[in-house]
């Protein structure tokens, strides 16, 4: 559904939507903020891309052209998320698969008479909490092109994101969730990654969240919140935090949860049930 943005609270804000083809955004205090959607990778891009990751598995469906991008424009500090650069972080963690119950493997097989060795980590977990860099933008003979200058250091910190304030009644100036990629693991489950936004007045929040289900055997929720807070200071700050969580259905259904996949759809509502596998805070701050 389409976001509705009264002009006056845009107004109101300083703040200025735009929209180009598959992309969109809002400027915002010194940030331009935009989301970047496309279909799903061709056929030759595939192959590209199995040949980078030095893969011969990709998720069903991979939106290799899409992006939400966060630049600080005076700094060049650039926070961005793509489905290239999670599936290298997949490739790169390389969990263990989880094992599917035996009754439920012949799924996998793309020939009635393959013989099915998971031997990858088919669910496509991935420990990605986004891309950045700094990014200073420059004239080169009247064409505007974007040069990487530096690296972006995040630091541990004990301030938490304060999610009461972000529940306040604040007009929403844009909103947008873009998926990056997708798996129905043989009708074993679900695997998604994606990442959402919401840009209000006083600050801009985004969640990426890649959450898995492998039906009878395990749930996982790998979240990463941002947010950062508009202000008179020159040196913004964003605070991020990453939560992993996962049961197997077995420790779910010993504590008195259904057992049922359908009862496990929605990954907001169920998330309290999951054990903290692990929590970090870290804080950004941007130099001028």
């Known amino acids: 559904m389409e976001l509705e943005v ?5 107004k109101a804000a300083g703040a200025e939507l735009f929209a180009d083809g598959g992309r969109k955004g809002v400027r ?9 959607r496309n279909s799903i990778l061709n056929s030759s891009t595939i192959e590209e891309w199995e040949q980078k990751l030095q893969t011969s598995h990709l998720p069903e469906m991979v939106f290799g052209e899409n992006a939400l991008i966060l630049k600080h424009l005076s700094s060049g500090t650039k926070i961005h ?3 290239f650069d999670a599936l290298r972080g997949w490739k790169q963690e390389a969990l263990p ?3 599917v119950p035996a009754a439920a493997k012949w799924k996998f097989r793309s020939k009635p008479s393959q013989q099915v060795i998971l031997d990858y980590d088919y669910t496509f977990t991935t420990p990605y909490c986004g891309s950045d860099t700094i990014e200073i933008d420059k004239d080169l003979d009247g064409r505007e092109i974007s040069e990487e200058t530096g690296n972006i250091h995040w630091e541990d910190c004990k301030e938490q994101i304060d999610l009461v304030a ?9 909103y947008d969730e873009v998926v990056l990629y997708e798996d129905e693991l ?21 969640l990426l969240r890649f959450w898995l289900r492998v039906d009878g055997v395990l749930i996982r929720l790998r979240d990463t919140r941002m947010h950062c807070v508009f202000g008179g200071s020159t040196n913004p700050v964003i605070l991020r ?11 779910l259904s ?7 996949s359908a009862a496990y759809n929605d990954p907001s509502i169920i998330s309290q049930r999951l054990p903290v596998v692990t929590h970090v805070t870290q804080k950004l701050v941007i130099s001028p």
């Open 97 to 99: 698969p989880v094992e």
């Open 28 to 36: 915002i205090h010194g940030w331009l903020i935009e989301s970047r």
């Open 186 to 206: 043989a009708d074993n489950g679900v695997s998604l990654l994606t990442v959402k936004v919401r840009v209000m007045p006083s600050s801009w929040f985004l």
């Open 81 to 83: 998320f793509n489905a």
């Open 254 to 260: 010993a504590k008195g949860y259904p057992f049922d």
């Open 241 to 251: 935090e990453i939560c992993w969580r996962e049961s197997t259905f077995q420790a």
């Open 6 to 10: 009264d002009e006056n609270d845009l």
């Open 166 to 174: 972000l529940a306040s009644k604040e007009p929403i100036l844009f």
